[in-house]
Protein backbone atom coordinates (compact mmCIF):
# COMPACT_ATOMS: atom_id res chain seq x y z
CA UNK A 1 0.00 0.00 0.00
CA UNK A 2 1.68 3.54 -0.65
CA UNK A 3 1.49 6.19 1.93
CA UNK A 4 -1.19 8.03 -0.20
CA UNK A 5 -3.17 5.38 -0.05
CA UNK A 6 -2.60 4.59 3.73
CA UNK A 7 -3.03 8.11 4.07
CA UNK A 8 -6.65 8.60 2.44
CA UNK A 9 -7.77 5.41 3.85
CA UNK A 10 -6.88 7.00 7.72
CA UNK A 11 -8.38 9.96 6.97
CA UNK A 12 -11.75 9.01 5.82
CA UNK A 13 -11.76 10.35 1.74
CA UNK A 14 -12.52 8.50 -0.92
CA UNK A 15 -10.49 8.35 -4.24
CA UNK A 16 -12.71 10.75 -6.13
CA UNK A 17 -13.08 12.94 -3.12
CA UNK A 18 -9.17 13.44 -3.37
CA UNK A 19 -9.44 14.02 -7.30
CA UNK A 20 -12.05 16.66 -6.24
CA UNK A 21 -10.21 18.15 -3.41
CA UNK A 22 -6.58 18.30 -5.79
CA UNK A 23 -8.53 19.31 -8.94
CA UNK A 24 -7.50 16.75 -11.09
CA UNK A 25 -9.22 13.94 -13.07
CA UNK A 26 -10.34 10.65 -11.01
CA UNK A 27 -8.50 8.66 -13.14
CA UNK A 28 -5.16 10.59 -12.30
CA UNK A 29 -5.70 10.28 -8.72
CA UNK A 30 -5.97 6.93 -9.04
CA UNK A 31 -2.56 6.28 -11.18
CA UNK A 32 -1.14 8.63 -8.28
CA UNK A 33 -2.14 6.46 -5.70
CA UNK A 34 -1.12 3.34 -7.67
CA UNK A 35 2.24 4.82 -8.13
CA UNK A 36 1.80 3.92 -11.59
CA UNK A 37 2.25 7.77 -12.59
CA UNK A 38 4.87 9.53 -9.97
CA UNK A 39 4.97 12.68 -11.18
CA UNK A 40 2.29 15.28 -10.19
CA UNK A 41 2.73 18.79 -11.01
CA UNK A 42 4.66 21.22 -7.74
CA UNK A 43 1.61 22.34 -6.91
CA UNK A 44 -0.74 18.79 -6.83
CA UNK A 45 1.88 17.38 -5.06
CA UNK A 46 1.94 20.18 -2.29
CA UNK A 47 -1.97 19.46 -2.28
CA UNK A 48 -1.73 16.24 -1.83
CA UNK A 49 0.58 17.21 1.61
CA UNK A 50 -1.31 19.59 2.76
CA UNK A 51 -5.15 16.75 2.40
CA UNK A 52 -3.22 14.45 3.82
CA UNK A 53 -0.75 15.81 6.38
CA UNK A 54 2.05 13.88 4.96
CA UNK A 55 5.90 14.69 3.23
CA UNK A 56 6.09 13.02 0.07
CA UNK A 57 9.83 12.05 -1.63
CA UNK A 58 10.39 13.05 -5.43
CA UNK A 59 8.52 10.06 -6.58
CA UNK A 60 4.90 10.01 -4.92
CA UNK A 61 4.06 7.36 -3.05
CA UNK A 62 6.87 7.20 -0.86
CA UNK A 63 7.38 8.75 2.43
CA UNK A 64 10.13 11.21 2.96
Given at each position: ????????L?????????????????????L?????????????????????G???????????
Open positions: MTIIKEARKKGYTQLQMAQMIGVAHLTYIWEKGVTKNPTPENKEKLEKILIKLSARTGNHK
